[in-house]
């Protein structure tokens, strides 16, 4: 298949041609796509830019291999956004004898989506200092983190978070603001 024809077709379309043809020339074009992408997400779990160069270059190496098991219910994008975060969490659980390192996190931009009454607003994370917030995120769960990442970090709203994670609107509002409390109170003890 010419190069250049396969740079129009979509990513589902380039997937199954890769999954149908084993073929590592179409893969490598679906990686130019999306090298950068899980670079940086790779980067918000890790400590420095080697480990998360190492980390996206392992999320590929699995991807190819895991590939078939995209069913397309979702967008490509959207699946691989939650392959790669799936991929960082379980690196971060698996190393949790190395959680006295540091973890560098983004978190630079913290928007005010959706306004609840709730006991932690969005507005009191605004208030936290990014060095504090920073070391706070490392102490709560990967997953807890993963979420407010996708939130905050990654602009997500509630209905792509509940796709990526395949839960419910209200488990996910649920898991945010739980996620909220533990960073604020991990954050005040510090």
């Known amino acids: 298949m010419d190069t250049n024809k396969v740079d129009y077709i979509t990513d589902e379309e380039l997937v199954r041609k890769i999954v149908e043809k084993n073929d590592t020339h ?3 074009i679906l990686y130019d796509r999306y090298a950068v992408v899980v670079y940086n997400k ?12 190492d980390l996206a270059h392992d999320v590929f190496v699995r991807l190819f291999v895991k590939l078939r098991t995209f069913k397309g219910k979702s967008k ?26 540091k973890v560098t996190v983004v978190t630079d931009v ?8 709730d006991e932690i607003n969005d507005a009191s994370l605004f208030e936290l200092k990014s060095d504090k917030l920073a070391k706070a995120l490392e102490i709560i769960d990967p997953e ?4 407010l990442l996708m939130k905050y970090q990654d602009d997500m709203s509630i209905k792509e978070i ?15 603001k ?4 533990k960073v604020v109170k991990a954050y005040n003890s510090l």
Do not use: H, P
């Open 162 to 176: 509940q796709e990526v994670l395949e839960i419910g609107e209200s488990a996910v509002k649920m898991r945010v």
């Open 178 to 181: 739980r996620a909220k409390e």
């Open 42 to 53: 790779c980067y918000g779990f890790s400590k420095n830019k080697e480990e998360a160069q």
């Open 144 to 147: 807890e983190k993963m979420i």
């Open 26 to 28: 179409l893969f490598a």
């Open 110 to 117: 913290i928007k005010d989506e959706d306004v609840d009454s």
């Open 76 to 101: 490509f994008s959207t699946w691989l956004y939650s392959f790669t975060y799936n991929f960082c969490v379980n690196y971060v659980q698996r190393n949790t004898a190395k959680k006295n390192e």
